[in-house]
């Protein structure tokens, strides 16, 4: 009997202590009403900040555009005179070539909307039209590029430079890259470099531009018929003329990410703006609902009495 009276006293206590969590539904309305506006205020501060930092970025981007685009219309002299390579020696670059180059060109700062994204999706493609057997080299210029491509071409990319975006674009760093280019004993038949290219605030261009091999412009006729022009001159010349086109694509790209940069910021501060409005209403709704159930609760307490 005493075991059994122990038991029943044990199980008492038990269930005594034993408390199952409440729902949300089953609580009071003034601590629902409480942890909700506490939720929502949370939050309402949330994308108050972020607007701030959307806002703020949006007049930085701004500004680096204004000089970003100052200084494309100079740096556009030196993508005309590698075009006007082609017309005036008359080059024509053969298809398919079986060894390939590709430079890359982007940044290592991102929300910027999908600039970068569309340059890796250029290279990628360039992949799936060339024969399987080819042998494809990438450079690519900024960390953004590289990220995305390592996933499926790691063993493709050759060398990678970052450092890219912080400061505009200077001819030096052009030279930089085209030294190491020439200096990294890649074999190229064929190449070409993709970057985004200007157009006006709204709007840029994934663009694909050849650059012409040592070989191919040592096999011109037209080269040929200058004087004075011999090996060391057309390395001369063949160095100069990488360095100019890849400063020409930086200066484009660079304008395109301040551009595409300010208008997502303005994007962004726009939504933060309409989510702010909306999350102010209902606080509102429910902070007067909190207010209204409390006052029915004194006022049903008092007449009670």
Same mark, same amino acid.
Not at 170 to 177: C, D, G, I, Q, R
């Given at each position: 009997?005493?075991?059994?009276?122990?038991?029943?006293?044990?199980?008492?206590?038990?269930?005594?202590?034993?408390?199952?969590?409440?729902?949300?539904?089953?609580?009071?309305?003034?601590?629902?009403?409480?942890?909700?506006?506490?939720?929502?205020?949370?939050?309402?501060?949330?994308?108050?900040?972020? *607007?701030?930092?959307?806002?703020?970025?949006?007049?930085?981007?701004?500004?680096?555009?204004?000089?970003? =685009?100052?200084?494309?219309?100079?740096?556009?002299?030196?993508?005309?005179?590698?075009?006007?390579?082609?017309?005036?020696?008359?080059?024509?670059?053969?298809?398919?070539?079986?060894?390939?180059?590709?430079?890359?060109?982007?940044?290592?700062?991102?929300?910027?909307?999908?600039?970068?994204?569309?340059?890796?999706?250029?290279?990628?493609?360039?992949? =799936?039209?060339?024969?399987?057997?080819?042998?494809?080299?990438?450079?690519?210029?900024?960390?953004?590029?590289?990220?995305?491509?390592?996933?499926?071409?790691?063993?493709?990319?050759?060398?990678?430079?970052? *450092?890219?975006?912080?400061?505009?674009?200077?001819?030096?760093?052009?030279?930089?890259?085209?030294?190491?280019?020439?200096?990294?004993?890649?074999?190229?038949?064929?190449?070409?470099?993709?970057?985004?290219?200007?157009?006006?605030?709204?709007?840029?261009?994934?663009?694909?531009?050849?650059?012409?091999?040592?070989?191919?412009?040592?096999?011109?006729?037209?080269?040929?018929?200058?004087?004075?022009?011999?090996?060391?001159?057309?390395?001369?010349?063949?160095?100069?003329?990488?360095?100019?086109?890849?400063?020409?694509?930086?200066?484009?790209?660079?304008?395109?990410?301040?551009?595409?940069?300010?208008?997502?910021?303005?994007?962004?501060?726009?939504?933060?703006?309409?989510?702010?409005?909306?999350?102010?209403?209902?606080?509102?709704?429910?902070?007067?609902?909190?207010?209204?159930?409390?006052?029915?609760?004194?006022?049903?307490?008092?007449?009670?009495?």
């Amino acid at each position: 009997v005493g075991y059994l009276r122990s038991r029943k006293m044990a199980a008492a206590v038990v269930f005594r202590s034993f408390q199952p969590l409440r729902p949300a539904w089953l609580q009071p309305q003034g601590a629902r009403g409480m942890a909700t506006l506490k939720t929502l205020s949370l939050r309402l501060k949330s994308v108050k900040n972020i *607007e701030k930092i959307t806002k703020s970025m949006k007049m930085v981007s701004a500004a680096k555009y204004s000089q970003a =685009e100052r200084e494309l219309k100079p740096a556009r002299t030196y993508g005309r005179g590698a075009l006007s390579l082609f017309e005036k020696a008359e080059i024509v670059e053969e298809e398919r070539q079986p060894s390939h180059l590709i430079v890359a060109i982007s940044s290592d700062r991102g929300l910027c909307g999908g600039i970068h994204s569309n340059v890796a999706k250029n290279v990628k493609a360039t992949f =799936e039209e060339r024969p399987s057997d080819s042998n494809t080299a990438i450079v690519c210029i900024g960390d953004k590029t590289r990220i995305i491509l390592q996933r499926t071409q790691r063993k493709n990319i050759m060398l990678s430079f970052n *450092e890219v975006g912080k400061q505009p674009p200077v001819f030096v760093e052009a030279a930089f890259v085209a030294q190491h280019i020439l200096n990294s004993g890649l074999e190229y038949q064929s190449a070409e470099v993709v970057f985004s290219k200007f157009r006006n605030v709204v709007s840029y261009s994934t663009t694909s531009q050849p650059i012409v091999p040592l070989s191919t412009l040592a096999q011109s006729e037209k080269i040929l018929q200058f004087d004075d022009v011999d090996a060391d001159v057309l390395q001369c010349y063949h160095e100069i003329s990488l360095a100019n086109l890849l400063f020409y694509a930086m200066k484009e790209a660079a304008c395109s990410e301040q551009s595409s940069r300010m208008t997502s910021m303005d994007a962004a501060s726009k939504n933060a703006g309409e989510m702010i409005d909306r999350l102010a209403l209902t606080y509102n709704r429910t902070r007067q609902a909190v207010i209204t159930t409390a006052l029915i609760e004194i006022i049903s307490g008092a007449a009670a009495l």
